[in-house]
């Protein structure tokens, strides 16, 4: 199917070829200040991490490339039975400004065209006001607040909770 875009920005499954470049996005400063988890990673963890998921059934891991090449991840979880999944992403830290959204969009029509989903939720950490602005951007709804949640080893922040309904991408809510 011709996306949007022209077929310029594509999703395919992560595979190991993609483990080294991942990580060095994963680790990069720039997003892992945005994380849950905010140590450097290890090339040990990270392998154990993909075989784990690539296992999982309820995962999806993609990379999302540009003209053949790749300059981001994201990752869908399945929660429960109902076809409701989490979502993450990072780009690649030294991508073109403005990339970043052809994820997003390629996202939703990955999870509600390809997976089939009733719903998208994403979790940002309350400081991160890119991935605020992004999920907005993308039509999503802030449905709640975790109040002083997540700790980072040195204090405590609030994540703020969105969801997207397929329904809702379905009816041209997105800008494309
Ligand atoms: C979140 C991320 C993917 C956004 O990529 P990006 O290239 O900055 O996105 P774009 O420039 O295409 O922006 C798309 C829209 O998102 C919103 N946005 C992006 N950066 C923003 C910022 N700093 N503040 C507020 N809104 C922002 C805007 O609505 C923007 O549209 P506009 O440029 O027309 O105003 C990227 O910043 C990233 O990888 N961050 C690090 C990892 C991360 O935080 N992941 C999410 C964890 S929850």
Known sequence: MENSSGNVYKLRLMGDEHLDLVLGWRNHPEVRRYMYTQHLISMEEHQAWFKRACADDAKCLLIFEKLGKPIGFLNFSLQGKGRVADWGFYMDPDHQKGDGRHLGLEGLRYGFD?????????????????????????????????????????????????????????SDKVKV
């Open 114 to 170: 390809n997976l089939k989903l009733h719903k998208i939720c994403g979790q940002a950490l309350e400081y991160n006001n890119a991935s605020i602005g992004f999920h907005e951007y993308l039509g999503f709804v802030q449905e709640g607040c975790l109040r002083s949640h997540a700790f980072d080893g040195k204090e405590y922040n609030s994540v703020i909770c969105f969801g997207l309904l397929a329904e809702e991408w379905a």
